[in-house]
């Protein structure tokens, strides 16, 4: 089982950039495919981005590539989203999630742990 936390979220103009992170506890963390995940107001909660055990393998959302980049630190037990160039409907509550296997998967369904989340507003 693990524990996540998200931080470092904010508010930030358009065009600007913000970096997330998630710490998890637990001594298995190398082992869980790890993700984010956001929800806009009145909308669902989707998928944005995704990173494998290594983080040698990535996958995004079409709205975020080219934009965001997920990472982790094994080391750290912490996983991160950068954001630039950010827009106004970038605006949500950020999750990071976790789920076991080894495949990169964009349904929120197969993710078995959940952060709190962290609100992230764009102003234009």
């Known amino acids: 089982q693990v524990q996540l936390v998200e931080s470092g979220g904010g508010l930030v103009q358009a065009g600007g950039s913000l970096r997330l992170s998630c710490a998890a506890s637990?001594?298995?963390?190398?082992?869980?495919?790890m993700g984010w995940f956001r929800q806009g107001p009145g909308k669902e909660r989707e998928f944005v981005a995704a990173?494998?055990?290594?983080?040698?393998?990535?996958d995004y959302a079409e709205s975020a590539k080219g934009r965001f980049t997920i990472s982790r630190d094994n080391a750290k037990n912490t996983v991160y989203l950068q954001m630039n160039s950010l827009k106004p409907e970038d605006t949500a509550v950020y999750y990071c999630?976790?789920?076991?296997?080894?495949?990169?998967?964009?349904?929120?369904?197969?993710?078995?742990?959940w952060g709190q989340g962290t609100q992230v507003t764009v102003s234009s």
């Open positions: 999630a976790a789920r076991t296997g080894t495949t990169l998967v964009d349904m929120k369904y197969a993710y078995s742990y």
């Open positions: 637990g001594r298995t963390f190398s082992s869980y495919v």
């Open positions: 990173t494998s055990w290594t983080g040698g393998i990535t």
